[in-house]
């Protein structure tokens, strides 16, 4: 059993399922960077830099990533052909593993009170030749005097939804991340 402590926080989805292979090198992306992105201990940090700071060793598991806001930077998924093939409807991520099929999705800040896990997890559902999402929650966001728990938010909703039989998702599985 993991230290309540151990940085960073995860659960696997369906846990009926054991994590795959590559679990341990995207966890251990997130770990590396602690000093950078632990909001347990930081405050101000936004996607963008956490992203950042993840972004060496994603790639090195041969990840693409998000480089900068630009066009040409931004890694896109198809969600709906038309005619002559042409994209009608793609959406930004942040990383993408096109041998196995991940997706990660950094979020900051109020990710959990505006529901960005939520939306994560539908276009994920929605992409092409996607089979995994990994979504990362801060453990703790501070604002306005108070203190956001967003990776326990997210994580009692995946729960609820992978605990309940209404709605099935189109994953073989999704990593939540508490970083």
Same mark, same amino acid.
């Given at each position: 059993m993991a230290s309540p402590d151990a940085y960073p926080s995860w659960k696997f989805y369906p846990s009926r399922d054991p994590a795959p292979t590559w679990v341990e090198g995207v966890v251990d992306a997130f770990a590396s960077a602690a000093d950078q992105i632990d909001s347990r &201990?930081?405050? @101000?940090?936004?996607?963008?830099? /956490?992203? /950042? /700071?993840?972004?060496?060793p994603l790639v090195a598991l041969g990840f693409d990533v998000?480089?900068? &806001?630009?066009?040409?930077? &931004?890694?896109?998924?198809?969600?709906? +052909? @038309?005619?002559q093939g042409s994209v009608l409807v793609q959406y930004d991520v942040d990383a993408f593993h096109p041998a196995h099929g991940i997706v990660i999705e950094v979020e900051a800040g109020r990710g959990a009170a505006s529901n /960005?896990? +939520?939306?994560?997890?539908?276009?994920a559902s929605l992409m092409v030749d996607v089979r995994y999402l990994v979504l990362a929650m801060m453990l703790e966001y501070r604002g306005g005097g108070q203190v956001m728990k967003s990776y326990a938010i997210a994580k009692a909703r995946v729960d609820a939804i992978y605990a309940g039989e209404r709605l099935a998702l189109p994953l073989d599985g999704l990593l939540l991340i508490g970083y």
């Open positions: &201990k930081l405050s @101000g940090v936004s996607s963008d830099s /956490a992203l /950042a /700071a993840i972004r060496a998000e480089a900068s &806001k630009q066009k040409t930077d &931004k890694i896109t998924r198809p969600v709906l +052909y @038309g005619e /960005a896990d +939520y939306r994560d997890i539908v276009r």
